[in-house]
């Protein structure tokens, strides 16, 4: 990408859209195009066209979406599903239509079947049964690949998707019921330790696995992806190491310094067993992650303290 060039970012508010946007700024690039939701709703076609004819870009990062955790996802099926299609429709044509050189999509590691082998490698992508708690939101990713993978294929153009792993850090969404695990445990210690709480609880049994990434790590990652890939399959990005939900609660216990006790909730959905991302085409490119889970924790808890100090 040329230094003044154009670029796009589609939800920059977001944990991701702004983790690129201060990626990109920390590189020299200036001519950066933003727009918050109450400006532009990327579901509104005609307002999408009416942005894209206007600004011209010439690199979009695509990662505006509606997203939430295992209870978002389950509650809110057709809104996760109408709006991701809605969004990823609308600025991927138009970056068509108006001659955008690049587009990188960016999906989720919930495209993958429940059930599918872990590590999981990209060609594992439709080979059966997804999660049925974040069906509809998985398959709108799934269709943001494919879509993707169809403008190339009949016109030629240059774009790209990336599936990153579970992310977590600066801007997350630190909701009680909406929010992912990783933040909402963060919340939930920070809260018991400020009431001094006996124990805290936790959703499930603690058995599942999860992989989790620093957003500015992923950043990094679809900077460099821009610039030095120009493939049509898509390419995990992720740390390649996963932690059990229980062990992830014990390190953010240790960040918050919360000292009570912990209490797993098995009434409550564990969710897909495992789901570690297979990294070696990444890494294969010369890419590797700079921040340990530990230290992502601690950086993302002082960014949620900031951000709750009232």
Known sequence: MEKQAKIYVAGHRGMVGSAILRKLQELGYENIITRTSGELDLRDQ?????????????????????????MANNTYRADFIYENLAIQNNVIHFSHENEVKKLMFLGSSCIYPKMAPQPLKEDFLLTGPLEYTNEPYA??????????ESYRLQYGD??????????????????????HVLPALIRKFHEAKMNNAASVSIWGSGKPLREFMYADDLADACV???ENYDEEQF?????????SIKDLALLIKEVVGFKGELEFDSSKPDGTPRKLMDVGKLKGLGWLPKTSLKEGIALAYEDFKQKNQA
């Not at 690199?59 to 295992?70: D, Q």
């Not at 790209?160 to 801007?171: A, D, E, K, Q, W």
Request: proline letters at 4%; hydrophobic letters at 45%; zero cysteines.
């Open 139 to 148: 398959i709108a990713k799934i269709a943001g690949i494919k879509m993707v």
């Open 46 to 70: 005609q307002a999408v066209k009416e942005f894209f004819e206007l600004e011209k870009p010439d690199y979009v990062f695509l990662a505006a979406a509606k997203v939430g955790g295992i």
């Open 158 to 179: 240059n774009y790209i998707s990336v599936m990153p792993t579970n992310l977590y850090g600066i801007n997350d969404n630190y909701h009680p019921e909406n929010s």
């Open 224 to 226: 460099f992806l821009m």
């Open 235 to 243: 390419v995990n990005i992720g740390v390649g190491e996963d932690i």
